[in-house]
């Protein structure tokens, strides 16, 4: 359960921006605690909960500079391989479905130095 919350974070760091790890603010711990809400969702598509699409939106708000934008990209990007159970159309379709803006693809091959 650990990994798919970690395999959420990707999909969702990649949803928001990039940065430089130096000034980042938000530990990988943080992004994985927020998300972790979504996991079922993640698993079995449909709707998200209030509750996960809460945390999506407070991720967005505590990542707001470059760096914690690429701590919330970089760290469940490298898991996501791990976990091979998360349905990538939820993953793409989760901040639109929670309202909340993104920029960024979310994809697997995304580069969060960008």
């Known amino acids: 359960m650990k990994g798919i919350a970690i395999t959420l974070l990707v999909v969702l760091a990649m949803a928001t921006f990039v940065a430089r790890p130096s000034e980042a603010v938000i530990t990988c711990g943080q992004v ?59 993953a793409s379709d989760l901040p639109k479905k929670c309202g909340v803006p993104s920029s960024v693809p979310i994809s697997p091959t995304v580069n969060c130095q960008k």
């Open 32 to 90: 994985q605690a927020l998300l972790s809400q979504c996991i079922g969702y993640l698993m079995q598509d449909g709707t998200p909960s209030v509750e996960c699409c809460a945390r999506v939106k407070s991720l967005k708000e505590l990542t707001q500079s470059q760096s914690e934008r690429q701590v919330a990209c970089e760290f469940p990007k490298e898991a996501a391989a791990d976990h091979p159970n998360i349905k990538p159309d939820a």
